[in-house]
């Protein structure tokens, strides 16, 4: 008994050694970050000039279409929504909405009339005032405290901010004196933030006559409103009534806030205005260029039938082109080849059509003395824009005509402009074309395991003929939500893939680009805002990895090991004359990574490769989204990246996307560090 008892305890006590054993094996590689449960996957980097590739300067860029209200009430600060009352259309001039009237049927009467002076905006706003400020309130006739008039809610309400100044213009006749306060008021009117006066003699306004109000804001309301107010009797008309911030984006009326978001991710193109918004649901509801130049009050405007709204054309033809110039983009033009989604031109009659693509890159490029460059240089830019590209129409290549269209656009444009690339409809990435084309437009929106599967959608694409121009692509669905994680990690994965294959993809771009939450057209977008705030979606987000790899080289890159889950790339760039390498990884899976890089083939003067720093996309839920109240709860996280070598391990979070950068120190650079510390010892 007293044997077995001593066999049990040294086999208790081995029992004990072995569990204790492995606890403290576990309790190390946890300390140590890595999980041994997780698969373990190798990415190896080839660092030498011999197998790098240079990446296009143009291969990330950004789309903007006129839609959710991107332009209209976002993009262009212009806050008055339906200025020149023409929203109604031509043919309903007694439709004034968004305005509203301030008063009763006593006291006001408005209506709107063919009278203005702007042969392409003929409906005014005619207002009667009935009261009056010395008649007497006992009998009715007496206006009230505050006048009569009308307001204007501009898009979900105007942001005025305190202390800003706004810059109020206006076109007025009448058939007597006038005194019109300008106001800008809380939603409804019961504070005023900022107001001013229009006084003018009958025989100043007794034809249409332009007045400007510079207000200063005392107050802070993000759903304020316009208002136009009098307690004089008689006759006035109004039109063309705009409401402008004065710190606009370098003053060329663009809104500030959104502008900064999409410098930030250095766009190295912009591609606009659409999109269908080009085509039209209808040919006659296209967007036309020459209807969007010249003077604002003299623009007719219209309304966009895909998206279902009416745009005012501030943001027009020369508007787009100064925003490419004025964040450093390459302008991309898409105009009207003769089709939209419910008619079409026969080829036989399309030259119209094509006459107007020359005279809107006449617009862009001509000298300041011909006929529409002439334009241009009166609108403020006598120095030509830098368009060298153009696309033939929208997603029109299956349409009956597109073909014969596109063949007319082509030979017109390339004789008198043979350095413009042109832009086919038609997806050449399966098979060749069968017609000429500088670049193949291709468009994809789908699912996010599908998107990341398409990583390598180019790989066996041909490297003949024309290059590819991702011009659209999301994650839509519901694996997109408003704006996933899981959607930008889809997207992530195939950006990588672009990349890796710009040697044939030479330009991609996301859609859409904006929403205005108030009208949300489509889903996801980029950018969310409203009349005050915005935030980046996980997918605006994604872009920021890339921000650096216009021109930069490709690296060789491949993974090795059970790496299904992840793709990968990296790429090397100069920035303040250093040399860093950039290592991007999407891990699409649900459980952490290993993963070992090794990174080779380094110049023989850089003695070492030291850590910059790591960005991680990620969060707790893949479906997680940003939001006004959380717009930063799925955004890149930096940190330090302290103990990076030529090979290093690193662990992939769960649904992530990371990046790595690594700084190459050069011989000379660490000598020139050791003998600065060395003086610096003997002082």
Not at 51 to 64: D, K, M, N
Not at 270 to 280: A, T
Not at 302 to 318: A, E, P, Q, S
Not at 503 to 524: C, G, H, I, K, Q
Request: charged share 20%; net charge negative; glycine share 8%.
């Amino acid at each position: 008994m007293a044997m077995d008892s001593q066999k049990l305890l040294r086999s208790v006590c081995i029992l004990c050694f072995l569990l204790g054993s492995f606890f403290v094996y576990q309790s190390l590689f946890a300390d140590s970050g890595v999980e041994d449960a997780n698969p373990s996957v190798t990415l190896q980097v080839d660092a030498s000039d011999i197998t790098g590739r240079s990446i296009p300067e143009t291969l990330f860029g950004i789309f903007f279409e006129e839609i959710n209200h991107a332009g209209a009430g976002g993009l262009w600060a212009e806050l008055v929504n339906n200025r020149g009352f023409e929203a109604g259309g031509q043919n309903t001039p007694s439709n004034i909405m968004p305005w509203s009237i301030i008063g009763d049927q006593s006291s006001i009467s408005v209506s709107t009339d063919r009278s203005s002076c702007f042969e392409r905006n003929k409906i005014a706003l005619r207002m009667e005032v009935l009261c009056d400020n010395e008649g007497s309130s006992s009998s009715g006739s007496g206006c009230p405290s505050g006048g009569v008039g009308v307001h204007n809610p501009g898009f979900w309400g105007m942001n005025i901010e305190d202390g800003k100044k706004y810059r109020v213009t206006l076109y007025v006749r009448s058939t007597g004196d006038i005194d019109v306060s300008v106001s800008f008021t809380s939603s409804d009117g019961s504070l005023i933030l900022a107001s001013g006066k229009i006084i003018a003699s009958a025989f100043e306004v007794s034809n249409w006559t332009k007045m400007e109000v510079l207000l200063e804001a005392e107050g802070t309301d993000h759903g304020a409103r316009l208002q136009l107010t009098t307690t004089k009797k008689g006759l006035i008309w109004f039109d063309q009534v705009s409401a402008m911030p004065t710190d606009t984006y370098k003053g060329h009326g663009f809104r500030s806030d959104l502008v900064q978001m999409l410098v930030d991710i250095k766009p190295s193109f912009i591609r606009f205005p659409g999109g269908c918004f080009v085509e039209g649901e209808w040919l006659r509801n296209a967007f036309r260029w020459k209807d969007t130049v010249g003077p604002l009050e003299e623009r007719p405007g219209h309304f966009g039938d895909v998206w279902k709204y009416w745009t005012d054309d501030g943001l027009g033809h020369f508007e787009f082109f100064q925003l490419a110039e004025d964040i450093g983009a390459a302008p991309i033009w898409v105009f009207n080849n003769g089709i939209s989604h419910q008619d079409e031109v026969e080829t036989p009659s399309v030259m119209p059509f094509v006459q107007e693509a020359l005279d809107g890159i006449e617009f862009a490029r001509g000298d300041p003395d011909s006929t529409w460059g002439s334009l241009r240089a009166a609108m403020g830019h006598p120095e030509p824009f830098e368009l060298k590209y153009v696309a033939v129409g929208n997603e029109d290549c299956g349409m009956k005509n597109y073909i014969g269209n596109y063949l007319k656009f082509y030979e017109s444009i390339k004789k008198a402009y043979p350095d413009i690339k042109i832009i086919s409809n038609c997806d050449g990435s399966s098979q060749p074309l069968d017609h000429p084309a500088d670049f193949y437009d291709f468009h994809v929106y789908t699912s996010a395991g599908n998107l990341f599967s398409m990583s390598n959608k180019f790989d066996q694409t041909s490297r003949k003929g024309p290059k590819a121009f991702v011009s659209e692509y999301a994650v839509t669905g519901k694996d997109a939500g408003t704006g996933s994680l899981l959607a930008a990690l889809g997207e992530a994965a195939f950006l990588i893939g672009l990349e890796k294959n710009s040697d044939v993809v030479e330009m991609a771009s996301y859609a859409p680009l904006f929403v205005n939450t108030n009208d949300r057209r489509w889903n996801p977008d980029a950018i969310v805002f409203n009349s005050s705030h915005l935030y980046g979606t996980p997918s605006y987000w994604v872009q920021q990895f890339f921000t650096e790899s216009n021109g930069a080289t490709l690296l060789s890159s491949k993974l090795n090991g059970n790496s299904s889950s992840l793709v990968a790339s990296a790429i090397s760039w100069q920035d303040n004359d250093k040399d860093y390498i950039r290592i991007k990884v999407v891990n699409f899976g649900s459980s952490p990574v290993n993963l070992k890089v090794s990174v080779t083939g380094l110049d023989p003067n850089i003695v070492r490769v030291s850590g910059s720093k790591k960005t991680v996309l990620t969060s707790t839920d893949v479906m997680d989204e940003n939001s006004f109240t959380q717009p930063n709860k799925v955004v890149p996280k930096e940190s330090p990246l302290e103990t990076a070598e030529e090979a290093m391990s690193v662990v992939l979070p769960p649904h992530s996307f990371s990046s790595f950068d690594l700084m190459k120190e050069y011989a000379e650079i660490r000598t020139l560090v050791s003998d600065s510390r060395k003086i610096s010892s003997t002082m």
